[in-house]
C-alpha cells in the first residue's frame, strides 16, 4: 500500500499521476486539516507534525510514503531515521526537472516557511551552483485554493491575486518556474499563461519517484484493489 499526505487537497495532483499510473495500488490519503496550513509552522512544528502524518500512514500499512507537501519536504532531513527511510520527499526531484529545463534561472512560488528554510536554492545548487534562484513566499495561494480556486474555474477577484505573484515571478528574469506547494499545481495552467514559463510540478515529480518505488516493491502489478482511503 501506498501513502500520500499533504496539509489539504495539494497532495491529490500527486494521488492522480499515482492512480494514472497504478490503476490497482492500494492508497491512502492523509489531509492533515486539523494543523493546516503548514507554510505559517516553524521547522520544529513541521517536524512533529511530518513525523506523526508519517507514523499514522505506516500504522495503516502504507509500505512506501509520498510527502506531496513541499513544506513537509523540506524537513524531511532533519526526521528521525525510520521516518525518513520510508518517506519520499518532492523537492529533491523537482530541483532536478528545474534544473535540467532552466536556461536563464529558476523561480520558485511556495508558502512561508518553504522559503524561509530555502530548500529548493539548496537543491538546485546542489545539482548545479550557476543557476540563479528566486524564490518567493505566495501564502496566500494556498487559501485561494483551499477555497476552490483551480485552473478554468478563477474568478476575477483570485485572478487579481495570481496577477499580483505573477508579476513578482516574472521580474526574477527566471524561464521556469517551480510549483514550490503541491496547492499550487491545481493552478499549472494559469501560471503558465499568466508567466509565460516553463513550470515544474514537485506533485508530477514526486509521483514519478513513488511509482519506480512501488513497482520495485511489486514487479508483477496484480496486487491490489485500486482503492483510494482518505483519512
Ligand atoms: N501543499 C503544501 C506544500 O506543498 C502546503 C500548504 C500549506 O499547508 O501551507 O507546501
Redesign the pocket.
Known sequence: MIGIF??????LTALYEVRQALARADIVYLADRKN??????TKEELIRLVTEDIRRLAERGAEKILI???????VWGELPTREREIAIP?IRPAARAAAESARRGVAVI?????VRLGAFSREVARINPAIPVNEIAA?EL?ALVEGGCRDGRVSEKDLSVLCGVSDKIRNTGADTLIL?????SHLERTLASLTGMQTVS??REGARVIIEEYKKLHPSRRSGTGRVHYL
Open positions: 499533504d496539509s489539504g487537497v495539494g497532495g493546516a496550513p503548514y507554510g505559517t509552522k506531496a507537501c513541499c513544506t513537509a519536504s523540506a518532492i511556495a508558502t512561508e516557511a518553504t501564502q494556498v514550490g506547494c503541491t496547492h499550487f514537485p506533485a
